[in-house]
């Protein structure tokens, strides 16, 4: 028992020995250089072929992956060349795990920093530069309606609403304070003449004040009902609710009046 004990403790050691001389070592850069495959990489940087540059390099990596010199001119073609950060960083990174003690070490790591500001950039950047622009062309949509609306309040014709009695004539007589009364004005009674000795009627009644409102674009109106809002109006005709408050400058959505005429765009 104490026998086979000890041989297994020997027999570890001997193992890790014997696969240690089967395993290949680490290349020395002459060696990686000497690769057909890298070889032809460099030739196709030298003829400015860059595309197939990478490729050769990338078949010299399938091959042998601790080819370092192969992980480095990648990540220096994906960097200034294909113009792809994210790969230059994976190669990079590869070469300096594979020579920790390059003379180049810190120029690489700050080639790596600078491809990771470079993706960040284009990754986190990009959505919130569209989603300003976006919010910038609302706020010009927003304030072409307001100046529309505006437009529509100050210089748009009025028209009577159909059936309504014109507005009265106020006109003042020069010298008095009382206005001129039409001569085709209605009251609510006739005045009795005084010489007749009867009781005239004290002040003439005057029409009711219309009910004005802005001529709808499409000539259509709506007449507001008992529990009707804006928003079902608007569905009833196909239309949004913004567009017929539009329509209708100075209309409080929250107290629509029975009997209201409202334009429908």
């Known amino acids: 028992m104490k026998c086979a004990v000890i041989l297994s403790r020997m027999a570890a050691p001997l193992l890790a020995v014997m696969l240690a001389g089967c395993l290949p070592g680490p290349q020395s850069e002459l060696d990686e250089e000497k690769e057909p495959q890298y070889l032809e990489g460099k030739s196709r940087i030298s003829g400015r072929d860059f595309r197939g540059a990478v490729e ?125 009364r039409p001569g085709n004005t209605r009251t609510d009674s006739p005045s009795l003449d005084a010489r007749a000795g009867t009781q005239g009627h004290t002040a003439p009644v005057q029409a009711a004040a219309p009910t004005i409102v802005r001529q709808s674009p499409t000539g259509r109106t709506h007449t507001v009902k008992s529990g009707e809002s804006p928003a079902g109006i608007a569905k009833r005709y196909g239309v949004k609710a913004d567009a017929v408050l539009r329509a209708n400058p100075g209309l409080d959505a929250r107290k629509l009046k029975v009997g209201q005429v409202i334009n429908i765009p």
């Not at 390099?57 to 294909?82: C, I, M, T, Y």
């Not at 700050?110 to 990754?123: F, G, M, N, S, W």
């Open 56 to 180: 050769s390099f990338e078949k010299a990596v399938q091959v042998n992956p601790r080819n370092a010199r192969a992980h480095f001119d990648l990540g220096w073609l994906f960097d200034s060349a294909e113009k792809d950060p994210a790969a230059a960083i994976y190669h990079y990174d590869r070469y300096l795990k594979l020579r920790p003690g390059a003379p180049n070490a810190e120029t690489v790591k700050d080639r790596i920093v600078a491809c990771k500001q470079e993706l960040a950039r284009t990754v986190s950047l990009g959505p919130i530069m569209i989603s300003t622009e976006g919010e910038l062309q609302q706020l010009r949509e927003e304030r072409a309606r307001l100046v529309e609306a505006l437009r529509v309040a100050t210089n748009a014709p009025v028209a009577v609403q159909p059936g309504a009695a014109p507005a009265p004539n106020t006109a003042v007589r020069p010298g008095t304070a009382t206005p001129i």
